[in-house]
T-cell receptor, first 113, second 108 residues
C-alpha cells in the first residue's frame, strides 16, 4: 500500500456544513479522480483532473467541488448542496492516459449526522 | 454512451468449484476492459486488464466482441477469492465506467 493516501478515514458532519476530504499521491501521476461508492451502485465518478489547475465534472458532480493546485493533491469538498452526502469516497490516480490503470486510496467514510 | 452490466449482485460457490463472474458492456468502438477487486478491509485494486492477457491469481478473462462480454473465470475457487469484483470499461480516451459489482462468496 502507500502511494495514494486519503484522510481522514472516518468523517462526521452536521447537516449544512461543508467538509473537505484529502487525497495525496506520490506516484507522479498526472490524472486523479474522485468516486463515490454506495451499496448496489458501484463506483460513480464525481470529478477528475488530468493536469494541474484543470478538472472536469464526472457523472454526479452536483454538490461537490475540487481543486488541483498541485500535481500530488486533489482535495474534494462536499458542500451543503449535496443532498445525500453520506457515502464512502474513493480517490484514485493514473498516469496521463484516462484509460490507464487506476490506483486507489483506502477511502474516506463520510457520515452526515 | 458506455455502459457496463454485471447481472449478479452476489455469487456464492463452494471451494474448488468453478467461478464465472459475468460482465457485459455497451460500447460501439474498441473498448479497454478491466476487472478490479476489493477484498475485505483492503483498497480497490486492479486484478487484470484484457490487453495484458495475463492470468492473475488463477483468474482469466477473455474479451468477446461478438457477445460484448468480458467474463471473469477461475477453474477452482479458493476461500481467499471472496471479495467484491468490479468490471470496468474505457474507450482509451475516456474515464472508466464501472459496473455495479458482484460479491463473490466462497464457502469451505
Amino acid at each position: 500500500d502507500g502511494g495514494i493516501t486519503q484522510s481522514p478515514k472516518y468523517l462526521f458532519r452536521k447537516e449544512g456544513q461543508n467538509v473537505t476530504l484529502s487525497c495525496e499521491q506520490n506516484l507522479n501521476h498526472d490524472a486523479m479522480y474522485w468516486y463515490r461508492q454506495d451499496p448496489g451502485q458501484g463506483l460513480r465518478l464525481i470529478y477528475y483532473s488530468q493536469i494541474v489547475n484543470d478538472f472536469q465534472k464526472g457523472d454526479i458532480a452536483e454538490g461537490y467541488s475540487v481543486s488541483r493546485e498541485k500535481k500530488e493533491s486533489f482535495p474534494l469538498t462536499v458542500t451543503s448542496a449535496q443532498k445525500n452526502p453520506t457515502a464512502f469516497y474513493l480517490c484514485a490516480s493514473s498516469r496521463a492516459s484516462l484509460g490507464d490503470t487506476q490506483y486507489f486510496g483506502p477511502g474516506t467514510r463520510l457520515t452526515v449526522l | 454512451a458506455q455502459r457496463v452490466t454485471q447481472p449478479e449482485k452476489l455469487l456464492s460457490v463452494f471451494k474448488g468449484a468453478p467461478v464465472e463472474l459475468k460482465c457485459n458492456y455497451s460500447y460501439s468502438g474498441s473498448p479497454e476492459l478491466f476487472w478490479y477487486v476489493q477484498y475485505s478491509r483492503q483498497r480497490l485494486q486492479l486484478l487484470l486488464r484484457h490487453i495484458s492477457r495475463e492470468s492473475i491469481k488463477g483468474f482469466t478473462a477473455d474479451l468477446n466482441k461478438g457477445e460484448t462480454s468480458f467474463h471473469l473465470k477461475k477453474p477452482f475457487a479458493q476461500e481467499e477469492d471472496s471479495a467484491m469484483y468490479y468490471c470496468a470499461l474505457s474507450s482509451g480516451y475516456s474515464t472508466l465506467t464501472f459496473g455495479k459489482g458482484t460479491m463473490l462468496l466462497v464457502s469451505p
